[in-house]
């Protein structure tokens, strides 16, 4: 079966830098995802990675490892407006996303 | 403003009653899908169509049907509602099967 594991919930605090990850076994791989939801909004999009190694993009970078099925979300500088779901996909063999759960990131003063 | 637009908000509806929630976007993107969120599960693919006059369906298409006469329409339709029904709404557009998605506010469904 397709699986994508990450924390549930995780707490940081502001300005600190938090490193959020995900670990997935799918039926081909075609990219990972990364979005960011606010409670009761729709999912953004944050970041792409389909090669090996560090994807930054200002406050945020993304790292994935293919071999090791291993991704994760690095947050720095973080804000209050940092708290929110972040949801990990990946692309499969038939170009659908695959979703995990989420993590909650709360960020405390 | 360009984006994804859907219709109703939120609904509660009736076991038993048929309905239709609409998701139109004015990006000409050739993909769309829908998904419903669930609390403590990922987001889960219901239909999807990668062009205009196509449909395909997800993971979990049972009680679902879908339509796509146009490119910038997916409506989604609920037959005869069931409480399991009960869910958050999304639907989602890109470009092609290989872009990034983009999504809509949602629909809130509450089926009694």
């Known amino acids: 079966g397709q699986n994508i594991d990450q924390p549930t919930e995780m707490t940081a605090t502001e300005g600190a830098i938090v490193q959020i990850n995900c670990t997935y076994q799918t039926s081909g791989f075609n990219g990972l995802f990364w979005y960011q939801q606010h409670a009761g909004e729709a999912p953004t999009f944050l970041s792409y990675n389909v090669l090996d190694g560090l994807e930054e993009k200002g406050r945020f970078s993304s790292f994935l490892s293919r071999s090791k099925g291993y991704s994760y979300l690095l947050l720095k500088e973080l804000q209050m407006k940092d708290s929110a779901s972040y949801l990990c996909a990946v692309r499969d063999s038939n170009y659908q996303l695959i979703w995990g759960a989420g993590t909650k990131l709360i960020i405390k003063p | 403003i360009a984006g994804i637009t859907q219709a109703p908000t939120s609904q509660i509806l009736a076991a038993g009653r048929r309905m239709t929630l609409r998701c139109t976007q004015d990006?000409?993107?050739?993909?769309m899908y829908w998904y419903r969120q669930d609390l403590g599960l990922g987001l889960r693919l219901i239909h999807y169509?990668?062009?205009?006059?196509?449909?395909g369906k997800g993971e979990v298409p049972d009680g679902y049907s879908v339509s796509r006469a146009n490119t910038d329409d997916f409506p989604l339709t609920l037959a005869s509602a069931v409480p399991s029904q009960t869910s958050v709404y999304f639907c989602?557009?890109?470009?092609?099967?290989?872009?990034?998605?983009?999504f809509g506010p949602g629909t809130r469904l509450t089926v009694l």
């Open positions: 169509s990668n062009t205009a006059g196509t449909t």
């Open positions: 990006m000409r993107h050739n993909a």
């Open positions: 989602a557009s890109s470009e092609g099967e290989r872009s990034e998605q983009f």
